[in-house]
């Protein structure tokens, strides 16, 4: 009975009359980036195997995130992440504080992870990474109904076409930008054609996918420019350099990501429209292997693929940085989390869908 209450005090929906300050809300996703790394920072068992192979920088890296115990080594790696931005929120999924967040989906790949999200639920039918929209309505479907939002104030924005096709239903539903498209001529800018133009000539490691950076600047142009009421910033290269056995590159990808946040984090409390009004939402699809065999994949037959985390910075949420012990929350809970941000009802999105995460908003 006490574990009962326990788990409803975590997940039962705040009321409708809880006073609320966010009016937008960002959503950044770092693809295939495992609870290892943003917790403890540079993982010895994995340097000391790339440190044997022909291609790593290990000696490099080893001096740049190397230190003598997990919270040093991760602040090393992420900075801003663990030392200015997380202890303005609250951050989930730390095993070490008897926190876990796990997927629902079985699959435990970027699609049906990226699909769980955005429907808070997972869908039996979502097998792979197959670039096609499926017929379940996603939150930034419903908030364009909801708020009676005109299309170009939700915005999707990202390295790959998974996130357009995870982001909606249907093809027009609002602002959506794949891997190699171009901005509408009437939402784009001089800024944001040049670097739309650059993704076609930065070459990655897969030609699916376009440079993260240029990915994160457009979205910063679009959020200057049209201030939209949510975005998804979706950026994969983490994904990449994992499946490329490439430990080193990942490390310093990460390290770039965390000076990218504190810029996005700068750009929202310089603008008076987002200032103390947004909340910034940053998790991942799903989880990688622990081992030097297995980390660079993720699957239903790889233990820790179901590993995610989650942290949350904004106006309605409290600022006590890591937390547990703690239920186990699910990534299903994201979207009705998400949604509550907003002062909405996720039961009128998706009855089907997960509960929102007290822990965000007490």
């Not at 076409?161 to 930008?177: C, E, I, V, Y």
Request: with cysteine.
């Amino acid at each position: 009975m006490l574990r009962l209450i326990t788990l409803l005090f975590f997940l039962w929906p705040l009321p409708a009359s809880a006073e609320r300050h966010t009016e937008n809300l960002i959503l950044l996703t770092l693809d295939g980036v495992r609870i290892q790394e943003i917790f403890c920072g540079m993982d010895p068992l994995l340097a000391d195997s790339a440190a044997k192979r022909e291609i790593s920088e290990d000696e490099i890296v080893r001096k740049r995130y190397w230190r003598s115990t997990p919270e040093q080594r991760r602040e090393a790696l992420m900075p801003f992440f663990w030392k200015t931005l997380a202890p303005m929120g609250v951050v989930l999924g730390n095993p070490a504080r008897g926190s876990s967040m796990q997927v629902s989906n079985a699959i435990k790949w970027s699609t049906p992870g990226y699909s769980e999200i955005m429907t808070g639920e997972a869908h039996p039918e979502v097998r792979d990474n197959t670039p096609v929209r499926y017929p379940h309505r996603t939150f930034p479907e419903f908030l364009v109904s909801e708020l009676k939002l005109e299309k170009s104030a939700v915005a999707q924005i990202g390295s790959w076409d998974g996130f357009k096709m995870a982001a909606s239903s249907t093809d027009d539903a609002f602002f959506m930008n794949g891997a190699y498209e171009a901005v509408p001529a009437n939402l784009t800018t001089p800024e944001m054609d040049t670097l739309t133009g650059l993704r076609a000539d930065v070459m990655e490691l897969w030609e699916e996918s376009s440079n993260d950076v240029l990915s994160f600047r457009l979205a910063q142009a679009y959020l200057k420019k049209h201030h939209p009421r949510f975005l998804w910033l979706g950026m994969g290269q983490s994904d990449d350099w994992s499946h490329a056995d490439r430990y080193d590159r990942l490390l310093d990808y990460l390290h770039l990501v965390d000076r990218l946040i504190g810029e996005l984090w700068t750009t929202l409390q310089a603008d008076p429209v987002y200032r103390g009004k947004t909340t910034l939402v940053i998790t991942t699809d799903h989880g990688r292997g622990l081992t030097p065999e297995d980390w660079i994949e993720h699957d239903a037959a790889i233990p820790n693929s179901e590993n995610i985390w989650l942290a949350v910075i904004g106006p309605d949420t409290p600022p006590r940085g890591e937390l547990g012990p703690l239920p186990t929350v699910y990534q299903r809970d994201i979207a009705a989390t998400l949604i509550s941000l907003y002062g909405l009802d996720p039961a009128r999105f998706n009855p089907l869908a997960g509960t929102a995460i007290k822990a965000v908003r007490e």
